[in-house]
DNA sequence: GCCAACGTTGGC
DNA sequence: GCCAACGTTGGC
């Protein structure tokens, strides 16, 4: 809370991956708005940062996987916080999740926006060289998360690389 | 395509 | 509640 009163949050940072051939950097830039839902999220432990703890302003890292050069290729913002993954209802989706309920929905999504995508990639052997960020979640063993949070000097120290 | 790591499922 | 089997992730 600052002097004047007004309310304050600390802004929180997030790393997701998305496989480009499925959902890319570049499909993003070409999206309405340069905004998706950042759906199809099927893990609990994501799911509840999606529902829970990702806010509207947050910073994200935009990782890319499951490719050629796996890596950070950009920075995305949240533009709406958690609600429903519509996709979980939709049987001719891929992520159709036939023991959910309306009611009661299981897994949700936020909205993104495209800041910025990276002149460069950095990669994920570059990450792993630096010493700074051997507690980034990413890089540690088997973590598979999709949705992970970084913290300010992470984030701060990554961003310093490009 | 391989495989390590981990999450989920389901029989008991 | 245990735990083996199975599925998925994701780097290599």
């Not at 802004?11 to 890319?24: G, H, I």
């Not at 495209?114 to 570059?126: G, V, W």
């Amino acid at each position: 809370m600052s002097a004047l009163g007004i309310g304050f949050a600390a802004m929180n940072y997030w790393l997701m991956k998305s496989e480009p051939t499925t959902f890319s950097v570049d499909a993003l830039a070409a999206s309405p708005k340069q905004t998706t839902a950042w759906d199809g999220v099927r893990n609990f432990q994501a799911r509840n940062m999606l529902r829970d703890e990702v806010k509207k302003g947050d910073l994200v890292f935009l990782y890319h996987s499951s490719c050629e050069v796996p890596g950070v290729v950009g920075v995305m913002e949240v533009v709406r916080e958690g609600y429903p993954d519509a996709t979980q209802f939709d049987p001719k989706d891929d992520h159709y999740d036939p023991d959910s309920r309306r009611e009661d929905p299981r897994w949700y999504c936020v909205d993104v926006q495209l800041k910025r995508k990276f002149k460069r990639i950095i990669t994920l052997e570059e990450l792993r060289a630096h010493r700074r960020l051997a507690n980034l979640k990413l890089l540690q063993r088997g973590n598979r998360l999709s949705v992970m949070p970084v913290t300010k000097t992470e984030w701060d120290y990554v961003l310093s690389l490009e």
